[in-house]
């Protein structure tokens, strides 16, 4: 909620800036214009993603279908480069975007704005989660408090953080010192898990900036807009970012599957095996992935 003088804390400023109406991430605004991530800069990203289409295809002995999410998909630039590599056609290419189908993507890639029900096959997640939005804590002499923002980027310090991002950050980030700054990434957290309660069966990737809370005294949030890094704006003409707790992930994901990693939901018959974190860029799959940082 925007405050009288527009302030409102970071999360809900992010989640306007990037999806609301006109936000930075709807209709048909591309990424691509304002940064290069692996899948934008060389067909090599999609030439190593089928590889591991090809191990995992093998590792189910080949089903009829095969599903592969790309997950945040962009301008769907993997999966149009996996189409051009003419991989099999029991391999079912699905872009999940809130952004509107690009032109050119080759027919057999199918667009929607949320992903499959049920996966059983692979779900890449290319520089997504740094795109869900955070709540910024600041710790002061009186605790950590919340830090609101203004459309044009100015902030003061709010309220207390509530109970859940107060549990969080004592878990994940904890703030020690005046002046320190974390991102609460509990809603990243969330849409990993539900995304990992749908793949049945199969291998998750998630390639991102990782952080580590003892390194980013200030916090990580940035802004990028027409290829160069910019402060953290959130007006819609800017990218932000944050970079991504992959520790929370895995917690979040493994509590979402339920005691002893059962099957995490209705009609869930296999538990997924554990998803390939991108925790470091695996060689080979590390062009750098936005130009400025
Ligand atoms: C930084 S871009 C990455 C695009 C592409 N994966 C790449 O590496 O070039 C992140 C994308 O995630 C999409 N996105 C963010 N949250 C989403 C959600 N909840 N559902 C679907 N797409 C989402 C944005 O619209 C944006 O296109």
């Given amino acids: 909620m925007t ?33 290069r991530t692996s899948p934008t800069a060389s067909p090599r990203f999609a030439a190593a993603i089928a590889r591991l289409l090809a191990a995992v295809d093998a590792s189910l002995d080949r ?6 999410v790309d997950m945040g998909a962009g301008g769907g630039e993997l999966l149009a480069g996996l189409a051009a590599l003419a991989v099999p056609e029991r ?32 779900v890449v997640a290319n520089e997504w989660l740094d795109n869900v939005p955070v709540e910024v804590v600041e710790q002061t002499a009186g ?22 991002d107060e549990r969080w950050l004592r878990r994940w980030w904890p703030l020690t010192r005046v002046g320190q700054r974390a991102e609460v990434g509990r809603d990243r957290d969330a849409a990993w898990a539900g995304l990992m309660g749908r793949l049945e069966c199969g291998v998750a990737v998630a390639v991102d900036y990782p952080v580590v809370p003892a390194s980013a005294p200030t916090g990580t949030l940035t802004g990028f807009r027409d290829g160069r890094q910019v402060p953290p ?13 992959f520790g929370s992930l895995v917690a979040a994901r493994d509590s979402a599957a339920g005691p ?15 998803a390939a974190h991108g925790r470091h860029r695996p060689a080979g799959l590390s062009a750098r992935a936005r130009d400025g940082r």
Wanted: charged fraction near 25%.
């Fill in 91 to 122: 391999w079912q290419l699905t872009a999940v975007d809130v952004l509107d189908r690009p032109d050119a993507l080759p027919e057999r890639v199918a667009w929607q704005p949320e992903p499959p029900e049920r996966i059983v096959g692979v």
């Fill in 143 to 164: 605790g950590p408090r919340i830090i609101e923002v203004t459309r044009t980027g100015a902030e003061r310090v709010g309220p207390l953080p509530d109970v859940e």
């Fill in 260 to 274: 002893a990693g059962g099957p995490s939901g209705p009609g869930a018959r296999r538990r997924p095996t554990p």
């Fill in 63 to 68: 089903p009829p279908r095969l599903d592969v």
């Fill in 233 to 245: 704006v959130p007006d819609a003409s800017t990218d932000l970012t944050a970079a991504v707790l």
């Fill in 3 to 35: 405050g009288v003088q527009g302030f409102s804390s970071w999360r809900p400023a992010f989640a306007r800036a990037l999806y609301g109406p006109d936000g930075f991430y709807t209709g048909t605004r591309r990424p691509v214009s304002h940064y």
